[in-house]
Each structure stands twice: as C-alpha cells, then as structure tokens.
C-alpha cells in the first residue's frame, strides 16, 4: 500500500482541507509541526515515515487566484528525494507540456474538475507521470462526463478523490472506488478522502487499492510510525 501524505496548499501556507469546502480552509494547526509553512509541515509528516512521493493541492492555481509556484519549488529544494504529484488546475496541452519540462522530477495530476473535455488527458495518457484525479461531490462526477466512461483515455495512475469526505473521518468511500477499479482494469487506483486510519488502509488493500492520499490522520496521530511496518 503505497500511502503518499497530502500538501493543501493556499496563500503559501498548508491548509486544513475538509469536505472540499475550500472558503472555510484555514492554516492548520499540527503536533507535527510548530507552523503552518509547507517545509515545516513536510518536515513534520516525515518524521512520521520516510514517505517517497506527496500529493500537493495549489488551490490558488485551481481556483485561479494566483499560484504557489515559488513555494513548491522550496519543497523540492528542501527535499530533493521526494516526488512531488501536483494539482496546479492544467487544463491545456501547451501548459501540461510546460509543466513537465520545468519540473522533471515531478508529476502532474489533472484534476477532473478543472477540465473542459478529454482532451488533455488523452493526449497524456501514456506519460508515466501524468495523473488523472477523477474527482466527485457527492454522488456527482465533477468534470467532463466522458472522461468517467471512457476509461480507454485514463492514464496508468488514477486518483479517486471524494470531495465531501475529505478531512471527514467518515471513512473511503469503498463502493465508489470499487466501481472505478472495475473499469480501470490494470491500472493503479489512489484513494483520497476519508481515510481514518491503519484499518482503513487495510481494507483499501484488500480491495485492490494501490495506494491512498492521506493528511488528517496523519496529522491527528490516527496513523503512527508503528503502522507503515505492516503495509
């Protein structure tokens, strides 16, 4: 299971996401760190684990309020052995192929919700560090349809990310992801939303879940340094 820490990042500062009501986000506050400063907070959930890959939300880029470049590139500076898989709201080829240029060691996620049709993902979907993120409120897909029936366009990774249970506690959102890994077939599936802890993790595991983007269980303690020895 391979599970990769969540970075919501706004204003420069990590947030705490909850049910994808980003208004309301405010600077989180941590035992794993003393501030609400990325590298700080990235700092704090290593020592936790020796995570290999974090997924970060620039949600003034997705929104379209501004961006966090400056502070993404501090992270990688900060630690250069770690992937970074980045929701910057991309939604056109010339930007897309930007992106992977000036960001080598790094992957793009293209968020379902900032897409107008399929056409970026299909012109990607053979880039190995291109991500597809299919994201959903609710019982609602948000993005174009054809990029949940068509399968086909998908790239090798897939996020399955459940907006209203994001920071919830309530639990992944098993029968939505085991609809999505029906049809992806060999592809690898990512969780997002909801995950509580240890159980949960293994239960994804069990389901055929490659891995699972984590952040409030992390920080509340509900996943320790003693449970990434049995993943």
Not at 190 to 217: E, F, N, Q
Request: include cysteine.
């Amino acid at each position: 299971m391979h599970v990769i820490p969540v970075l919501d990042i706004k204003d420069r500062m990590v947030v705490r996401a909850r049910m994808g009501q980003r208004a309301f986000y405010q600077p989180i506050e941590t035992q794993l760190s003393k501030t609400s400063d990325p590298v700080d907070v990235a700092r704090g959930l290593l020592s936790v684990h020796s995570f290999d890959a974090f997924y970060v939300a620039d949600l003034d880029a997705i929104e379209r309020t501004g961006d966090n470049d400056a502070t993404l590139d501090r992270l990688r500076r900060a630690f250069p052995g770690v992937t970074f898989w980045v929701d910057n709201g991309i939604a056109d080829v010339g930007r897309a192929r930007d992106w992977i240029s000036a960001a080598p060691s790094g992957c793009l996620v293209l968020g379902s919700e900032s897409q107008t049709d399929p056409t970026l993902v299909r012109h990607f979907a053979n880039d190995e560090r291109i991500i597809l993120s299919l994201d959903f409120r609710g019982a609602s897909f948000v993005g174009p349809p054809q990029l949940l029936t068509d399968p086909e366009c998908w790239p090798r990774r897939i996020i399955v990310m459940t907006l209203a249970q994001v920071g919830s506690g309530a639990g992944p959102d098993l029968a939505r992801l085991r609809e999505i890994r029906a049809l992806a077939l060999e592809r690898a599936i990512y969780a997002a939303g909801g995950i509580r802890d240890a159980a949960d993790l293994a239960a994804l595991k069990r389901l055929g879940i490659a891995g699972a983007l984590v952040a409030t269980s992390l920080h509340d303690g509900r996943l320790a340094r003693a449970d990434f020895s049995n993943l």
